[in-house]
């Protein structure tokens, strides 16, 4: 006896075939088949026909003595059923509520011969889950001359794609290409940890995730991969402590401010765009394209849900996870497979030994001595957030909201007055850090910076001692300057520029650079030259914003 299992649509009715092999004559079935009630249903107070089909005789019994259990039941010795190989008989159930439900046999479950004696029959079990519409993917990244560690692409396969890493670059690992997933606070080390894919430990796509690379040919892939079917609760991506590679496995582009509201979340989704520098993003882009991105999870969620869109192939097919009770990270949810290495790198070029892992202890910004291949070193941006703290804990993410319509966050509030300095090298801008002030709020307001890795310059506003580290920071009105760390390559000068000060007024900025006591007054000359020293390059300042 066996039971075929089925794929579903949510809403749809479905008919579950129960079928016999290797029977000789049949005089007498019995089953007991139970399903998951918030799963699959029948017809409430429905008679045999609207319980089963197709059964070999009419006069079949069925009925659900109770929600997720159906008894079936035949008796006539005097004219048994030949047993042909076949389907005996269907299940109807009238609606598929949506996620997973066994169709499974009980232990009372018999069929006799005419002589009433039972066979000594196997029983095999079935299920329902939802159907995946499969999803055509050709998709293409192109790697200019893997000279600059800016070169570097966070890349998202969509659907439940199962594809290593290695699957979809050529050369070899290390010298023709190189894969990185991130940790989180898995590490051990602060909230962001770089993890090299490496042998032993591969890097394998799944739904909603995503990994960093670097290659001498192209990244690509072009092939069919399942969808991620739509549930009845909310399509989820897992998520860990700390900052999260994440992508959109649905084929659907989702705006961000509805994600936002979907799991009462205020963190900034960021786009690594062309040139290397991190961008804010208001869409979370299907990985259709193979658009990655970086979130910051200060809530300790368990899983970012989407917003439900009822069109098909959506979410993933298993559940949202509940939140952790604990705060440790699985490195796994980063990577999709066995967690990468998770030393830190001493350099982020494709070298000869690269393959081997990565040494231990962690990396301060770029190298003198980088490997090359065919004379094409990658250099080492700034270095991750190795020093900064845990973030506290919120509150229960929000009850999801009844329709998507209704997902819409609320409005940036405006501060009294922001501007934003832009680090420019060699006419190319290369990082920026908006600050401000607001006289309406008590604590400040902040968007976390995510990593460096891969930015040859970076601008941050600092909490204190250093960490976190802001990409944002709206002050009240009473706090004092804002602390700023500038990195960059060691002996260089890099410009920052200042704009938006038209809306300070009369208030006039001025920029200190704390090992020198060199000053700039921005509002007479809105940009300044800041040369960066040897060896560490990277220079704290102070801005002040005198009231006029």
């Not at 739509?230 to 509805?258: F, K, M």
């Not at 999870?297 to 993933?316: E, K, V």
């Not at 309406?440 to 960490?467: D, V």
Request: aromatic letters at 6%; a negative charge.
């Amino acid at each position: 006896m066996s039971i075929e299992s089925q794929e579903a649509t949510v809403g749809d009715p479905v008919d579950v075939p129960v079928a016999i092999s290797g029977f000789g004559e049949i005089g007498s079935v019995f089953f007991v088949i139970t399903y998951d009630p918030e799963v699959l249903s029948f017809p409430e107070g429905e008679g045999v026909d609207e319980l089963i089909s197709d059964p070999p005789r009419s006069d079949f019994e069925a009925n659900v003595p109770e929600p997720g259990e159906i008894r079936i039941s035949w008796l006539d010795a005097s004219s048994p059923l030949p047993g042909e190989d076949g389907v005996l008989l269907k299940l109807t159930f009238s609606t598929y509520e949506g996620g997973e439900s066994s169709i499974a046999f009980g232990m009372e479950s018999e069929m006799g011969g005419p002589q009433a004696s039972a066979y000594g029959a196997s029983y095999q079990d079935g299920e329902v889950k939802n159907a995946t519409t499969p999803i055509d993917v050709s998709v293409r990244r192109q790697f200019e001359d893997a000279a600059d560690s800016s070169d570097y692409e966070l890349v998202a396969l969509p659907g439940q794609p199962g594809v290593a890493l290695d699957e979809t670059v050529t050369g070899e690992r290390g010298t023709g290409w190189r894969g990185f997933g991130e940790g989180g606070a898995s590490g051990g080390s602060g909230e962001a940890n770089l993890q090299e894919c490496v042998p032993g430990a591969p890097c394998t796509f799944q739904s909603g995730n995503g990994f960093w690379v670097i290659s001498q040919s192209d990244w690509s892939f072009q092939g069919t991969v399942p969808g991620v079917p739509a549930e009845s609760d909310l399509p989820s991506i897992p998520l860990q402590d700390g900052w999260n590679i994440v992508s959109n496995p649905l084929q659907q582009d989702l705006s961000w401010a509805s994600v936002q509201s979907e799991n009462g979340l205020n963190e900034t989704l960021w786009r690594w765009a062309d040139g290397g520098e991190w961008e804010k993003a208001s869409t979370l882009s299907s990985s259709v394209g193979g658009e990655a991105y970086y979130l910051f999870n200060g809530a300790g969620l368990d899983s970012l849900d989407l917003p439900l869109i009822r069109t098909g192939s959506l979410g993933p097919s298993s559940a949202p996870a509940k939140r952790r009770v604990s705060s440790a990270a699985s490195s796994s949810a980063a990577s999709g497979s066995a967690a990468p290495s998770s030393a830190a790198p001493s350099s982020m070029g494709l070298s000869s030994v690269a393959s081997s892992g990565m040494q231990d202890g962690s990396y301060s910004g770029p190298r003198d001595h980088l490997s090359q291949i065919q004379r094409k070193p990658v250099s080492l941006g700034a270095a991750p957030n190795a020093d900064a703290t845990a973030s506290e804990r919120a509150a229960l993410k929000t009850k999801a909201l009844e329709t998507e319509a209704s997902e819409t966050k609320a409005p940036e509030k405006v501060a009294e007055w922001t501007l934003e300095i832009h680090a420019e090298v060699g006419g190319k801008r290369a990082a920026s850090v908006t600050l401000g002030k607001d006289p309406s709020i008590e604590k400040q307001e902040t968007y976390r910076a995510p990593p460096g890795y891969f930015s040859e310059t970076t601008l941050h506003a600092t909490g204190e001692g250093g960490s976190p580290k802001f990409a944002r920071q709206i002050l009240p009105a009473g706090a004092g300057s804002f602390s700023l760390l500038l990195k960059g390559r060691p002996d260089s000068d890099v410009r920052l520029v200042a704009t938006g000060l038209s809306g300070l007024g009369a208030r006039r900025p001025v920029l200190v650079e704390e090992k020198t006591g060199e000053t700039h007054d921005l509002k007479a000359k809105p940009s300044a030259v800041v040369s960066l020293p040897e060896g560490e390059g990277e220079a704290p300042l102070l801005l002040h914003v005198r009231e006029k």
